[in-house]
């Protein structure tokens, strides 16, 4: 049972370049979330996707798509990176209700910077 | 749209002092989570508060939900080394599918 997992760990990028980074639960979860924490800051979600099939915008959505490819799988893409992407990004996922709120748990981070 | 702020932002204590961090939200909150983050490492779950006034311990850890559901604290009595991190509160944002996450209380202890 390896929770949830993230790859890469580290990413170097160019400014303009993209990449997609991959998450993935094993724990039969609803929801899954990305969410980026800057340095000395607090966590700012990007995207979640409340069940299969759904996505919706977090607070921070402006240069990210997403897709959730199925139940365990949720990826986070940069199609023209820009050094205001750098960051640690998390991947967390939750059982997910819509009258019930669930704990989050997180993926170890993708260390992402753009030169 | 709805804030949370945690104060203070950072407090470094001596081992063996109490230490306090405070969650206030802009908005009432059905329930409120708080997680743990260890340097260079990924938040982690430790408790959920549901009920106003709810009070809850996890051995040297005091958690507690304002009367109002508008706030909350945690108290860590007797510090230790291992209590190094950040603690961040969070609160269900439109539904309860979203959390908004505090802006986190850096704590560093020193033996």
């Known amino acids: 049972n390896a929770g949830v997992t993230q790859t890469p760990k580290f990413q170097v990028l160019k400014t303009g370049q993209s990449m997609t980074l991959q998450c993935a639960q094993d724990?039969?979860?609803?929801?899954m979330y990305w969410y980026r924490q800057d340095p000395g800051m607090g966590l700012r979600l990007i995207y979640y996707s409340a069940s299969e099939g759904t996505t919706d915008k977090g607070e921070v959505p402006n240069g990210y798509n997403v897709s959730r490819l199925n139940k365990r799988e949720f990826s986070l893409r940069l199609e023209s990176a820009a050094p205001s992407q750098t960051s640690v990004y998390f991947c967390?996922?939750?059982?997910?209700?819509?009258?019930?709120?669930?704990?989050?748990?997180f993926g170890p981070g993708t260390r992402l910077t753009v030169t | 749209g709805q804030q949370v702020m945690q104060i203070p932002q950072y407090q470094h204590v001596q081992e063996g002092e109490d230490f306090t961090t405070y969650c206030n939200s802009s908005?009432?909150?059905?329930?409120i989570q708080w997680y743990k983050q260890r340097p260079g490492g990924h938040p982690v779950f430790l408790i959920q508060?549901?009920?106003?006034?709810e009070v809850k311990k996890q051995k040297r850890l005091t958690f507690q939900f304002g009367e109002a559901k508008k706030n909350s604290s945690l108290h860590i009595t007797a510090t230790q080394t291992t209590d190094v991190g950040t603690y961040f509160c969070a609160g269900p944002s439109r539904g309860f599918q979203k959390l908004v996450f505090g802006t986190g209380t850096r704590l560093l202890v020193s033996p």
């Open positions: 508060l549901v009920k106003s006034g």
């Open positions: 724990m039969n979860h609803n929801s």
């Open positions: 967390a996922s939750s059982e997910g209700s819509w009258d019930s709120t669930y704990e989050q748990y």
């Open positions: 908005t009432t909150l059905s329930n």
